[in-house]
């Protein structure tokens, strides 16, 4: 039997009757609701922590602003008072937000709580995602797809930490220089709860999400769809995509899109090369099974 018709035979044997796949997919419906009502009720229980720890950034730029009366703070010194390398300066006010409405906090809380629900349990979504769908690839694809399963979070992750590490502070510390006291005009930044939770929550999926930009060219690579040297011909064209987005994703300032542009912009070169990994290996594949011509 050639190989193709090896792989023919192998999705052949694992095909099913349409009710079959309804059940199954009725079935990994209800755990992918079951854990997402699970980590709602955990990230409710903690909303009250979880909120103060989304504030941190926001307090270090506040305590670093008011020691420093706005000047002769450097953003090393930014990062590290969030990371909690260096202390705060003592003495200091709490940073302060407002509530406008009475529900306004509780319905912020359950806003975090479901943003966090999807956050903890996307490893079970996922999971449970290819579950569905690996019975459908063959088996050198289902090889494939599983290291994708393992990046995707890790990139996620590594685009929320700066966030929450870089971009938070800078953007609090930017919003707080703005502040305008005079004799005749005051101008005080008075964050709603609500208001600051939008922010946290568009920059953490619009960075986790940008940061998937080698997974997604990397499974358009391994489709066919894309190849090393279009993405290599059309890079100036990608540059320019990457800032109109960063322009549309991040605060109206130029020092919150470069930090995302240019993360991005180094992750579109290790797009290329892992497609031209992707077509290395599959031209050794061809050439081993006699398929070249």
Same mark, same amino acid.
């Given at each position: 039997?050639?190989?193709?018709?090896?792989?023919?035979?192998?999705?052949?044997?694992?095909?099913?009757?349409?009710?079959?796949?309804?059940?199954?997919?009725?079935?990994?419906?209800?755990?992918?609701?079951?854990?997402?009502? &699970?980590?709602?009720?955990?990230?409710? @229980?903690?909303?009250?922590?979880?909120?103060?720890?989304?504030?941190?950034?926001?307090?270090?730029?506040? !305590?670093?602003? /008011? *020691?420093?009366?706005?000047?002769?703070?450097?953003? &090393?010194?930014?990062?590290?008072?969030? *990371?909690?390398?260096?202390?705060?300066? /003592?003495?200091?006010?709490?940073?302060?937000?407002?509530?406008?409405?009475?529900? /306004?906090?509780?319905?912020?809380?359950?806003?975090?709580?479901?943003?966090?629900?999807?956050?903890?349990?996307?490893?079970?979504?996922?999971?449970?995602?290819?579950?569905?769908?690996?019975?459908?690839?063959?088996?050198?694809?289902?090889?494939?797809?599983?290291? %994708?399963?393992?990046? !995707?979070?890790?990139?996620?992750?590594?685009?929320?930490?700066?966030?929450? %590490?870089?971009?938070?502070?800078?953007?609090?510390?930017?919003?707080?220089?703005?502040?305008?006291?005079? @004799?005749?005009?005051?101008?005080?930044?008075?964050?709603?709860?609500?208001?600051? $939770?939008?922010?946290?929550? *568009?920059?953490?999926? !619009?960075?986790?999400?940008?940061?998937? $930009?080698?997974?997604?060219?990397?499974?358009?690579?391994?489709?066919?769809?894309?190849?090393?040297?279009? &993405?290599?011909?059309?890079?100036?064209?990608?540059?320019?995509?990457? %800032?109109?987005?960063?322009?549309?994703?991040?605060?109206?300032?130029?020092?919150?899109?470069?930090?995302?542009?240019?993360?991005?912009?180094?992750?579109? /070169?290790?797009?290329?090369?892992?497609?031209?990994?992707?077509?290395?290996?599959?031209?050794?594949?061809?050439? !081993?099974?006699?398929?070249?011509?």
């Amino acid at each position: 039997m050639t190989r193709p018709e090896d792989e023919e035979a192998e999705i052949e044997s694992s095909r099913a009757p349409l009710l079959e796949h309804l059940t199954e997919l009725r079935s990994r419906l209800l755990v992918c609701v079951a854990a997402f009502i &699970l980590g709602f009720i955990l990230c409710f @229980a903690f909303a009250g922590p979880l909120y103060v720890f989304l504030v941190k950034p926001f307090a270090a730029a506040f !305590a670093l602003h /008011e *020691a420093s009366g706005g000047e002769g703070v450097s953003p &090393l010194e930014l990062i590290l008072a969030t *990371a909690g390398v260096t202390p705060l300066p /003592e003495g200091g006010s709490a940073v302060g937000l407002i509530s406008t409405a009475p529900l /306004e906090f509780l319905i912020t809380k359950i806003k975090l709580a479901a943003f966090g629900a999807i956050v903890i349990t996307f490893p079970i979504l996922a999971w449970q995602l290819y579950g569905f769908v690996a019975p459908g690839l063959y088996r050198n694809e289902r090889k494939a797809f599983l290291p %994708f399963l393992l990046a !995707a979070p890790i990139l996620f992750l590594i685009g929320t930490a700066m966030v929450y %590490f870089i971009m938070l502070p800078f953007v609090m510390w930017f919003s707080l220089s703005q502040q305008i006291a005079t @004799a005749e005009v005051s101008v005080a930044l008075m964050t709603r709860v609500s208001d600051y $939770l939008n922010l946290v929550t *568009a920059l953490l999926l !619009a960075f986790g999400l940008c940061f998937q $930009l080698p997974v997604v060219m990397t499974l358009l690579g391994l489709a066919g769809i894309v190849s090393a040297e279009a &993405l290599s011909k059309g890079r100036k064209y990608a540059i320019v995509g990457i %800032f109109v987005v960063a322009a549309f994703v991040t605060p109206p300032d130029p020092i919150s899109q470069s930090m995302l542009a240019f993360p991005l912009i180094v992750l579109y /070169e290790i797009s290329i090369w892992c497609v031209r990994l992707i077509e290395t290996r599959r031209r050794r594949e061809d050439e !081993a099974a006699g398929l070249t011509a």
